[in-house]
Structures are given as structure tokens and as C-alpha cells.
């Protein structure tokens, strides 16, 4: 069998090549139980886990039976998560993954407030905020007073919430049922002292911003409804939350982040900017997102910095799919899309500014900065208005008016779906006469994830096309086991392992020393296009077209322009059915190797039950 000699030469090829970046803690884990938290079976679970296994808990986000663990030393984060996931009683497990600033700028220049004035007055670099309306809200807001105050919560390094600017515009949140540094948690909400925020990365009251990233993204949030430069300073008509995730070099982790989502939903925030992201995927970070969505709080992400496709590269958490994720591109003056920016035509929403921004820097200066990082708070800065214009507006309407009111441009038609740059201006005057709706869609999340191929360790090298098929979240049952199909937990997947990477050549290699006794045998091998790739990235580029082999066929023309949704044509052995399958591209970390998970709701029961039936017979084949 020329072909799979081809398939396994490429296979192991690929799994020296393709390198698995070390981007997340060392011996952490995150783990959500399926059942209630305070069950027994989630007591059951704890008690194991410590006695058996002794991890020790770092903390617990009891609602949602999610825990933080710290392995036993000399444990690795992929066994442990691997063991974890075969557990019958674990919804999902994952390493703790390092999240980082979406900003690789430094700060060149740090002016004082007179200096800014002096550079501000006419300097075109600062075009961006007539583009987006900006004289225009601060001149409808002259006279504004209300006694709401919508919260923006600052997810990222910490405020200077000594600065001047936030000071005499009064704009720091304050908690009220807390003393500042006495040293107790006054208001019993499990953190000491937070008066103005908390800071997770360090675990203390000290906002202090270390890197400077977050004062300047709250001081873009800010700038969109008070002018920065304004004498005497109004009243800002929204508040500031601070809270720290990311240390002194922007960098933090998604347990602390997924802390700070919850705290600021917890503690009254409406909007929470995300100027960070990372490229994994997190069950975790996706279930604090959809808490946003269901507690009223819009969120806004940004798209990323490394000047790529965020439809078939995410970013995470701006590629989550959660329908009021605002995931955010960065444009220039001329609303060209910024040349580090992330784009994506189906995930990344709308442009905003992101070149050049200027707002306020740690130790009561100012200075410029470019990136996602600076784009996603204007956005904020425009749903706090839009909340404060309309204080009972959802999210998802948020998201849907600052959309339609974003100024189309030529240069983002094909890089972001509403091919558009945010108007400040605009949204906000269209908020306030806008009915509001009372729902939203709902959306329930579907653990999805490269993740999940992770657990294919034993399935021979990919040597075959499909090399394994089973159930996952199936009480640890394996194909031949007796759990019936249909019976099992409510999510689960079946994951046919494909070595996307290697078909492709190997097929094109194939069917260049096609023999006549193959040619009838595998009947529909037809490649059209090319797969590039870059393995040391793990980045997927290229595309695939209708494979056949061993009797399954691909047909994955726009698996990467659709954020590495499959859909599928699967032919039995013999070739008497098929099936139509939808899925997703996953990564298996123990192949080094991407496969699919299949969607038990897109796909359907009696498609699974039939590719059940195939298995055996697949592997013959192969
Ligand atoms: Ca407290």
C-alpha cells in the first residue's frame, strides 16, 4: 500500500516538526465537574483528587463546579489533564494557559499634560478622533448629567488611579462597602481591601499599573465621552474598574483571568474590555464569557496583533462565538487596517481606531500607543455610553447598534464582517432612540476544542486515515464498549482523527505514481488545492477538497474561511451510504496533528450511529 506508507512517513514527518509551545503554567490545571457543585459525586471527586492524586486546590468557582488545581510535583500538565478527561464525572479539564496584552508596543515617548496639549492642537495624527465622532459626543455631552453611571470593567495590567485625568474626572469605581487598607474584607465579597478593583496577578489591593498597558486603555475608554484635555475637567459619565490579570510584562494567566470576569460581573461592571488574548482555545474563559452574556455585560476583545486571520488562526477570547463578543480590528487615520492588525471576515466585527492612540500613562503622563489593545476601548468606551443612553439595552443589542452605526470603508470590505469603523458619535445618539429589546438569543456553549483530540494517544500514528472513532464524554467508553449509542451524557463528540497536514501531499504523491490496481480501489481522490502550512506555529493555512479514502470523504473547501468549521460527506466502506457530518478542526496534542470533533447537534444521532457501525470495517480497510 503505497499510500499509507506515504500517510505515516508524513505523519511522523509532521509530528517532529509541528512543536507544542509551552503556553501554559507548569503543573496547573483547570477542571469543571458535570454534576452540581456540593453534590456528592463533586465531593467524591475533590476528595480523590486530594487524597489520590494530591493536587491541591488553588480555588474554586463554586457555581460553576470549575477548580483550579495545583499538580503534585513531578506531575505533568498533559498526563494529568488526559487522566482528568477519562474521569467520568469531569466535564472538561485543561492546562491553566497564558493569556498576553494585545499591545507589542512599548511607550516611546511619555509627555506631560502641556505637552500633549501643544501636540494635540490640529496635529493630523490625531484624525482618528474626528473620524469616530468624537467632538461630536463631547459636544452632546456638555450638559450631561445623570446619576447612572454605567461600570467599565479594565481587564488587563492594573490604572494608575492616582492619575490626574481620572482623579479630577471623579472616574475611578468606588466600592462602597469597603474600607481601604484596614485589611479586611469589609464587604465579604472574598477580597481584602478592593476598593477601587483587585489585582489577580499578584493577588493584592495594589493596582498599581506596572507595565502601563491598562492606564492607557482605561484612558481610551474614558476619552471616548470626555475630552482628555478638557480644563476644568468635567465629571466622566462612566466608571472605571481596575483590575489587574497581567504582570509587569503584560502577561497572565487564564485562571486569574477568568477571576477578574467573574469579579466584574459580580461587583456591577456592564462593560469589560479585553485588551489580551491568547491562541488557546479555553472552556474555562468561553463559560466566564457566556456568564457575561448572561448577565447583561458587554464584551469587548481584541482581535490580536500578529497581522493575521483570525478565521483560521483565533484568538481567543475574541474568537469565542458568543453573540455579544465584540472582537475588535485596529485601523489608521486613512481607515486602512493596521498593518499588525488581526483581521478575520467571518470573527472579527468591526474596525477602530489603533495606530498611534494617545491617552494617559502611568506616573500622571500621557504617551502613544498602537494596537488591538488601543482599538477594543474605544469600542468599550462607545458601549458605556450606548448602556448609559440606554441602561436596560442587552449586550447583543449593544453589539448590534454600535455595528449598524459603524461607518463603512473601503479598505475593510473582505477583513472584518461588518466591513465598517466604529462612530462613536452616531451609536451613541442612535442608543437613545433605539427601542429596546427585551431578549436576547440564547446560547449555550459547546466545549469544542483542539483539546479534545488530546486524548487520541494510542491510535497508531496515524497510519491509517481514520484511525480511531469514539465517543467523548461517554463514561470513558471506547468504541466496542457496551454503551449504546444515544445513551450517553448530553455533549459529546466523536472524534475522527484525519492527518490534515499529510492527506493532501501524500494524496498529490499518490496520485502521481497512481497504479491501476489502486485507481479502483480508492475511486474519488481528487485534490484541487494545495495545503500550506506552518508547523512550527501550528498555523493552519491553505485549503483541501473532497478526499476520499478508505471510504471517507472530505469535503472541506472553506474549512479555514469559516474558523475551521468542517462539513463532511462520509461514504461507508462499501460505498452504500452516506452521511453528512459538521465538525470542527481541532489540534491533537498527543499526535501533534489536527483532526475533527464532530457536533452531535449539527450532525446528528443517526449519522454517529451509522460512522459506529462503519468503525470496524474502516480499520480493516486500513
Ligand atoms: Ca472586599
Known sequence: MVLFRYVCILSLLSGALTSWAQDYVPGEVIVRLKTQANSQSSYAFLGKAHSQKEMSLKRSWNKMNLHHFQLKAGQTVEQSVAELRADPDVLYAEPNYILRKSSDFQAERVYNQDQVMAIAQGDPSFAYENQIGLPEVYQAMQNYASSYRPIVAIIDTGIDVNHPTFVDSNAIWVNEDEVAGN?????HN????DRNGFNFAYNTANLWDDDGHGTHVAG????????????????AAIQIMALKFLNDQGVGTTSDAIEAIYYALNNGAVVLNNSWGGPSYSAALLDAVVASYDRG???????GNSATNNDSAPMYPASYSVP???SIAATTNADYLAYFSNFG???VHVGSPGLNVLSTYPGGSFTQMSGTSMAAPFVSGIAALVKAASPNMLPYQVKEVIDTQADPVSHLIGKV??????????AISAAGSTAVSGSQPGYSPSYMSRELAGELSDSGGGCGLVTKLYREFNQGQRPGGPTPLGQGPETWYILLVLALFVVPIALRAY???????NRRRHQRYEIQTAVTMNLGGRKLVGEVSSISLGGVRVNTDAWLDQGGIVQMTITSPDGKDQVQVAGKVVWSEAQKAYGMAFDEEKTGPLALTMISQWTKGLKKAA
Not at 485589611?183 to 464587604?187: A, E, H, R, S, T
Not at 481610551?220 to 465629571?235: F, R, S, W
Open 297 to 303: 455585560a458587554a464584551f469587548v476583545a481584541a482581535a
Open 324 to 326: 455579544h463578543v465584540m
Open 183 to 187: 485589611g479586611i474584607d469589609d464587604d
Open 417 to 426: 464582517i461588518t466591513e465598517a469603523r466604529v462612530n462613536a458619535s452616531r
Open 345 to 347: 471576515v467571518n470573527t
Open 511 to 517: 496520485l502521481r505514481s497512481r497504479h491501476p490496481a
Open 190 to 193: 472574598g477580597y481584602v481591601d
Open 220 to 235: 481610551i475608554v474614558l476619552k471616548v465621552g470626555l475630552d482628555l484635555m478638557a480644563d476644568p475637567m468635567p465629571q
